[in-house]
């Protein structure tokens, strides 16, 4: 059966892809196994998390997909017969669609890794060629979301032009330009065109003709100018490169997509990467920022942390409930913006200093969330000031504030409100009514 595609106008340069029963309406909420387990998975590791985000009480707050990356299935075969991927039973002994039930008897959904490629990043059997009788497995099997990535293309699915990714890792972009790009495209050219859209939008129509509701998470790291087409292909694209476990990928990786934050809204969210909270030496307050900076981008928040093993602090950061309300909201879908970029001049692209002061209206608080980060080195003051915020400035000059780490009620504050923080911390302050 067809699962019709509806449009909206959300976005500048694509209309959205609008799934049934609202999958992809809000940005996903869940866990992968890759950032924390890599190619080692079984079923036991994937059960223990999805009673983990029970037991934690991360699926109250809607936390909802728990998703198995690279390396489930038998390396370099299909079934001779019937053409399909073959699930490694020595790691999955019920299958992928027995596990897919025990997932699903705890009120969770289910999601799986492939890739629009010829094999995997793991190297395993990819889905370019098969599209049709990869979606047909997956929903047979009862899965409800898949991530899809870019590894193993071959040279005649390769794009004739290069588009402009300004990652801040790559020396060749570091302001956010990119002037040396070998091959760019011509001046108007539709990026809708190149191969690499052909590739995504074969395993949606594929995905669209099974009857069952799976969302389809984009992962092509953000080339083909994915921004432009992307929001019709799938119901999240990656931005970026991968992430990693250190303070400057993140930071990187947020001055990116801070750029992006016009492609945002309901059916369509930028995607730069599964979170690493929890994991490395990331400290305490850098967590508190990974997670801010994502959820206010309403980024999708997928748990990358071995669940059994997790810290009450790091708990503590992946269930504050006013980052995950306002990430979650039913009536807006637009995220925070950067209203001053504080260390540097507005609009400035500096991996080592993304923006630093965002916000954003909210329903679920019936108010204004604001973000301060301290991007720097060293311990150091920002300040709020209520005539600098977009929703407040044409308002009071007092309004009561609550801290959203703390809980804590702040009382009525005048004029704005100052905060220390130390090295890449952030403060996070919900602005409610006028007093």
């Not at 925070?336 to 916000?359: C, I, L, V």
Request: net charge negative; hydrophobic share 35%.
């Amino acid at each position: 059966m067809l699962i019709p595609l509806a449009v909206l106008a959300a976005l500048p340069a694509a209309h959205a892809l609008v799934g049934e029963d609202g999958v992809g309406r809000l940005p996903a909420l869940g866990w992968n196994s890759w950032n924390a387990f890599g190619c080692d998975i079984n079923a036991s590791a994937i059960m223990t998390a999805a009673n983990q985000m029970v037991n934690l009480g991360l699926k109250d707050l809607g936390y909802e997909y728990v998703n198995i990356d690279d390396c489930w299935s038998i390396k370099g075969v299909r079934d001779t017969t019937t053409g399909r991927i073959i699930p490694d039973t020595t790691k999955f002994p019920d299958g992928i669609s027995g596990l897919a039930s025990q997932v699903h008897d705890l009120g969770l959904k289910i999601g799986i890794y492939s890739s629009a490629g010829e094999t995997t990043c793991a190297g395993y059997p990819a889905s370019l060629g098969h599209e049709e009788v990869d979606a047909e497995s997956f929903a047979e099997w009862g899965i409800d979301y898949l991530k899809y990535d870019n590894c193993g293309v071959p040279s005649n699915w390769t794009d004739k032009y290069n588009a402009c990714v300004p990652d801040g890792s790559s020396s060749q972009n570091p302001n956010g330009t990119c002037p040396d790009l070998a091959n760019p495209a011509p001046e108007g050219y539709n990026w809708t065109q190149s191969n690499t859209s052909v590739r995504y939008r074969r395993m949606r129509d594929a995905l669209l003709n099974q009857n069952r509701t799976i969302l389809y998470s984009l992962c092509d790291w953000g080339n083909a100018d994915v921004n432009e087409w992307g929001n019709a292909t799938g119901n999240s694209w990656r931005t970026t490169g991968d992430i990693s476990a250190d303070w400057s990928r993140i930071s990187q990786i947020a001055n990116e997509n801070s750029f992006l934050m016009n492609y945002v809204d309901f059916w369509g969210h930028p995607d730069p990467d599964m979170l690493e909270v929890g994991n490395g030496d990331l400290t305490s307050a850098e967590n508190r920022a990974h997670f801010a900076l994502w959820a206010v981008m309403k980024s999708p928040l997928i748990i990358g942390t071995a669940l059994d093993a997790v810290s009450n602090d790091t708990i503590s950061v992946l269930k504050n409930k006013y980052l995950v309300d306002f990430h979650q909201d039913p009536v807006i879908g637009r995220p925070a913006y950067p209203y001053k970029w504080g260390y540097n001049p507005d609009w400035t692209f500096d991996p080592a200093h993304p923006a630093e002061y965002w916000s954003g209206p909210s329903s679920t608080m019936g108010g204004t969330l604001i973000l301060m980060l301290n991007s720097g080195n060293d311990t150091a003051t920002r300040t709020a000031t209520w005539s600098e915020v977009p929703e407040l400035k044409d308002g009071s000059d007092s309004y009561q504030v609550i801290d959203a780490w703390s809980g804590d009620d702040l009382g009525c504050v005048e004029k704005g409100h100052s905060v220390s923080l130390g090295s890449h911390d952030v403060s996070v302050l919900v602005v409610k009514g006028e007093c």
